[in-house]
């Protein structure tokens, strides 16, 4: 099945930017999601990129993918304390048919 | 208006005990899903059902029975309960797009929290 693959943990300084990687296995995936998990909370869908782009911006989100290397990252500007939680990465595999979650990458934001 | 609602929202029970997680969703959605998320946060697929019938059906013991009565509602019975089973469960659902194009965009609900002692 489709492998996706994240690191746990990311620390970061308030104000400074994040960057979440990403990797996955299937060159077939068509969309590919960030979802966020706040503390006690379900996940909820932050951003999302069609395979046929290279980048999305949406405010102070920037999603890259590269597909030749199957990989996918979430750039957060200005990082704040409220941007902790955990961010999932997930994908479509058109060839499995079922959307693919990563492990998470915890966000830690230092004030 | 809660889109994905599960109840109850904690559930604490005795090993061997039978419990039922229930899961509503108001978006009109096709597909339902259960997952399970462990204390390290790891986030496994369980079930998904597809106007009421079952397409995903992961490795998970079959203590784990999910029932569909209609496309707006997926329970969780578990039966035997082991400690092992104590994690948060989540219920989701997604609306595949006509024309075959599927972006499958998953709407969680806040999570049942299982422990079981």
């Known amino acids: 099945g489709e492998d996706v693959e994240q690191s746990l943990f990311l620390s970061v300084r308030e104000g400074d930017s994040s960057v979440i990687n990403c990797t996955y296995t299937?060159?077939?995936?068509?969309?590919l999601y960030w979802y966020k998990q706040e503390p006690g909370a379900g996940l909820q869908l932050l951003t999302y990129?069609?395979?046929?782009?290279d980048m999305k911006q949406d405010q102070r989100l920037t999603v890259l993918l590269n597909k030749k290397d199957k990989h996918l990252s979430l750039r957060i500007a200005d990082t704040q304390t409220g941007d902790s939680a955990i961010y999932f990465c997930?994908?479509?595999?058109?060839?499995?048919?079922?959307?693919?979650f990563g492990i998470g990458t915890k966000l830690q934001v230092i004030p | 208006d809660t889109a994905v609602s599960q109840t109850p929202k904690y559930l604490v029970t005795q090993m061997g005990n039978d419990k039922s997680i229930k899961c509503e969703q108001n978006?009109?959605?096709?597909?339902m899903y259960w997952y399970k998320q462990d204390s390290k946060k790891f986030l496994k697929i369980m079930f998904s059902?597809?106007?009421?019938?079952?397409?995903i059906n992961e490795t998970v013991p079959n203590r784990f029975s999910p029932k569909s009565p209609d496309k707006a509602h997926l329970n969780l019975h578990i039966n035997s309960l082991e400690l092992g089973d104590s994690a948060v469960y989540f219920c989701?659902?997604?609306?595949?797009?006509?024309?075959?194009?599927?972006?499958?965009?998953?709407?969680f609900g806040a999570g049942t929290r299982l422990s079981v002692l």
């Open positions: 978006l009109g959605h096709d597909t």
């Open positions: 059902y597809n106007n009421k019938e079952l397409i």
């Open positions: 990129i069609f395979s046929n782009m």
């Open positions: 997930a994908v479509f595999s058109g060839g499995y048919q079922k959307v693919t």
């Open positions: 299937d060159s077939s995936s068509t969309y």
């Open positions: 989701a659902s997604s609306q595949e797009l006509a024309g075959g194009l599927a972006k499958n965009i998953q709407y």
